[in-house]
């Protein structure tokens, strides 16, 4: 079935530093949605690229999605401890009905 | 205030024994999933429902069921669960395609 790759596994910062989560399909697609979940949490709604090149921003959240609508990014410049958690991508599957997720990228700020 | 609502938040169980997790969602909303999350696994969809009466398998339905009587309602049920069920579940309501999922607090199920 369909699938997308989510990368990296985990990423280890310094607060102050950046983040980025890439996410890449094989095939086009229609829109991708973004998460984010905190430790402990559930996921929560970010945001919704529908666009060819859209570029969203959210305060220091940066989404991007690609030309060829067939890959996404999310960058958080200069993290802080509240931007700890996993954040996951989810487009939707073939069917329509479902959503299909990234493994997601684990967020960790170095102490 | 809109929310969608699981219970129970924890439970452990053996082997065998049948269960039920509810979930409730007071969005009026058309859809309705179920997940399991693993680690390293991501979200995987048990069985979703787009309307009453009308649910379907997601990835991983084997050793699970559901029903959607209501609009509102939509619980999972294991009717002999194993210790491979073990894991973190959420369910998960959307208003329709293309929009955002509002997810519950999860159920953090332990089979022994």
């Known amino acids: 079935g369909q699938q997308v790759m989510q990368i990296p596994q985990y990423q280890h910062v310094q607060e102050g530093e950046d983040f980025t989560t890439y996410c890449n399909s094989s095939?086009?697609?229609?829109?991708i949605q973004w998460y984010k979940q905190r430790p402990g949490g559930h996921p929560v709604f970010l945001i919704q690229l529908v666009k060819s090149g859209e570029v969203k921003k959210q305060k220091r959240l940066t989404f991007q999605f690609g030309e060829a609508k067939k890959n996404s990014s999310l960058h958080i410049t200069a993290t802080q401890t509240t931007d700890v958690g996993t954040y996951f991508c989810a487009p939707p599957g073939d069917s329509n009905y479902q959503l299909i997720w990234g493994a997601g990228t684990k967020l960790i700020i170095k102490p | 205030e809109a929310q969608v609502t699981q219970n129970p938040r924890y439970l452990i169980t053996v082997t065998g024994k049948k269960l039920t997790v509810t979930c409730s969602q007071n969005m009026n909303h058309e859809y309705m999933s179920w997940y399991r999350q693993d680690p390293g696994l991501g979200l995987r969809q048990i069985y979703y429902?787009?309307?009453?009466?009308?649910?379907d398998k997601g990835d991983v339905p084997e050793g699970y069921k559901v029903s959607r009587k209501e609009k509102r309602n939509f619980p999972l049920i294991l009717e002999s669960p194993s210790p491979n069920q073990t894991s973190l579940y959420f369910c998960?309501?959307?208003?329709?395609?293309?929009?955002?999922?509002?997810f519950g607090q999860g159920t953090r199920l332990t089979v022994v």
């Open positions: 095939t086009t697609l229609s829109n």
């Open positions: 998960a309501s959307r208003r329709s395609l293309n929009t955002e999922a509002f």
């Open positions: 429902s787009m309307n009453v009466e009308v649910t």
